[in-house]
């Protein structure tokens, strides 16, 4: 029996196809997608398999989609190699995934919430003219203090929203206090400040209405305590009360995501060994710069699962 912690990326990392061998090779990875597609109401295997990028890559769409395709491999690991895990974390959307994988929430609740999340979340980004940007080569601490003297300018609202691993550090506002923190940043020593291609400024208070009607929707929503150590992106706490982790889930989008917080925590309590289940390698890129003695395996379709030792 193969046994580890898992990590579970975040939107963005959606590829047309992704899954789709677990779908293929049927069983439970099958059942999942067939369960979530009538939970929406709509093909999700053809939306996930067939859709162009950008289409899929609309949040509404891409939610829904990596919170399955996540779950049809883990499945998958898990009917092949008898997989056990011992506990879970998940970048922004895979926050979800990975309390899915704890069994700390039910899959059709989960379906539904980060449906309805991704609508939130675009809605919310379509009533305010705000962005995200990647900022490289600048300490986080310098980019706190950059951002919150723009905003404390009256020049618009600028906040970080990903503290991603040393280095790597995404801000989220208005359009035009996130072009004034370039420069300033870049004046600052940044090497590269990028614009993301997104819809909104997620993480930050813009999303305020987005949490706002997901914290009700937690409401209705049973969650229990995980059946592995969870630790969540808000706090980079371990958390193992149900409240405190519907409350966390909602106030996620509203504040930074502390990826590389976390990964040290998880590290110096002893875990090195992980798992990466999704496309990409966006959570083993990062932990190579957060926890370089830690070693994170790759699981994106049956081929790599096959790979791993009985």
């Not at 829904?64 to 190699?81: F, G, K, M, N, T």
Request: with cysteine.
């Amino acid at each position: 029996m193969t046994e580890g912690f898992l990590l579970f990326p975040g939107q963005g990392t959606q590829v047309p196809g992704m899954a789709k061998s677990a779908y293929d090779a049927g069983g439970y990875a099958l059942a999942l997608f067939d369960e979530a597609s009538e939970i929406l109401g709509l093909d999700l295997a053809d939306l996930t398999f067939n859709s162009d990028p950008e289409t899929l890559a609309r949040t509404e769409n891409c939610q829904p989609a990596l919170l399955v395709a996540c779950l049809a491999l883990l499945d998958a690991l898990r009917e092949y190699r008898q997989f056990r895990l011992t506990g879970a974390a998940g970048l922004s959307l895979g926050e979800y995934t990975a309390l899915v994988a704890l069994e700390a929430l039910d899959f059709a609740d989960a379906v539904r919430l980060v449906r309805r999340r991704g609508e939130l979340m675009e809605a919310a980004g379509r009533a305010t003219r705000g962005g995200m940007a990647s900022v490289l080569g600048l300490e986080a601490a310098s980019i706190e203090a950059i951002c919150a003297a723009i905003s404390a300018s009256g020049a618009g609202l600028v906040t970080l929203a990903n503290y991603n691993c040393p280095g790597q550090v995404v801000i989220s506002g208005d359009l035009e206090a996130l072009a004034l923190a370039e420069t300033e940043l870049k004046a600052a020593g940044a090497r590269r400040v990028l614009s993301l291609r997104v819809s909104g400024a997620f993480h930050s208070p813009f999303m305020e209405p987005a949490r706002r009607e997901l914290e009700k929707l937690l409401a209705d929503v049973t969650v229990r305590s995980p059946s592995g150590l969870f630790v969540n992106n808000a706090d980079a706490q371990v958390l193992i009360d149900p409240p405190a982790i519907a409350e966390s889930l909602a106030r996620q989008v509203t504040s930074p995501v502390r990826w590389e917080q976390s990964c040290r925590l998880l590290v110096g309590r002893g875990e090195t060994e992980f798992y990466e289940i999704g496309p990409g390698r966006v959570c083993s890129g990062l932990m190579k710069r957060i926890a370089p003695e830690a070693t994170v395996i790759g699981i994106s379709d049956i081929a790599d699962i096959d790979a791993l030792p009985e």
